[in-house]
T-cell receptor
Framework: NAGVTQTPKFQVLKTGQSMTLQCAQD?????MYWYRQDPGMGLRLIYY???????DKGEVPNGYNVSRLNKREFSLRLESAAPSQTSVYFC????????????FGPGTRLTVL | GENVEQHPSTLSVQEGDSAVIKCTYS??????FPWYKQELGKRPQLIID?????GEKKDQRIAVTLNKTAKHFSLHITETQPEDSAVYFC???????????????????????FGKGTTLSVSS
């Protein structure tokens, strides 16, 4: 099992450009999450999907959109990137809901110039 | 909304000493409290978690205690080793402010709120 995979590993964008971060899991988990991690800020939830077909906003959703493509895949889109979105982005999944262990992907380091 | 405070932000100990990291939370409905370890450049990984109906949980050199009345929980690492050096994050489930009105008490409308992390350095 690969667990949770993310692409790309690194990305540099110019202000105003758009891109989609991809996430996939092969653990048959129902719930998936997107976090961003900034120095000294811990992990902050952007969006999550409790189950296939549903998505909900997290703590910091502004400037992002998500798509739960199927049970395996959960993508995060930046429509018009801003320097404030420079961060490390982690995708995670869990069996069902937040009271189960979340398994994290390796992360995507995004720089917006 | 929910706030999770974590202290200290940095902690330096000698190999073999104990290390304690403390977290407080504000949402009385929080019912799950995981701890994650993140090594430099790596992904966070769960090391131990505790649910609200339990006061203490141990796993070898690691233990977590929960005081629901005082709304705080702590991570205890005994006999620390250099490989324990990492950033540790606590977290608590919490209702998202914008969704308090729209969701029943279930998994939707809640989130894991993380503390800002503690950098633990174990010197040999």
């Amino acid at each position: 099992n690969a667990g949770v995979t993310q692409t790309p590993k690194f990305q540099v964008l110019k202000t105003g450009q758009s891109m989609t971060l991809q996430c996939a899991q092969d653990m048959n988990h129902n719930s998936m999450y997107w976090y961003r991690q900034d120095p000294g800020m811990g992990l902050r939830l952007i969006y999550y999907s409790a189950s296939e077909g549903t998505t909900d906003k997290g703590e910091v959703p502004n400037g992002y959109n998500v798509s739960r493509l199927n049970k395996r895949e959960f993508s995060l889109r930046l429509e018009s990137a801003a320097p404030s979105q420079t961060s490390v982005y982690f995708c995670a999944s869990s069996e069902a809901g937040l009271v189960n262990e979340q398994f994290f992907g390796p992360g995507t380091r995004l720089t917006v110039l | 909304g929910e706030n999770v405070e974590q202290h200290p932000s940095t902690l330096s100990v000698q190999e073999g000493d104990s290390a304690v990291i403390k977290c407080t939370y504000s949402d009385s409905a929080s019912n799950y409290f995981p701890w994650y370890k993140q090594e430099l450049g790596k992904r966070p990984q769960l090391i131990i978690d505790i649910r609200s109906n339990v006061g203490e949980k141990k796993d070898q050199r690691i233990a977590v205690t929960l005081n629901k009345t005082a709304k705080h929980f702590s991570l205890h690492i005994t006999e620390t080793q250099p490989e324990d050096s990492a950033v540790y994050f606590c977290a608590a489930t919490a209702r998202l402010q914008a969704q308090l009105w729209s969701r029943a008490i279930n998994q939707a409308g809640t989130a894991l709120i993380f503390g800002k992390g503690t950098t633990l350095s174990v010197s040999s």
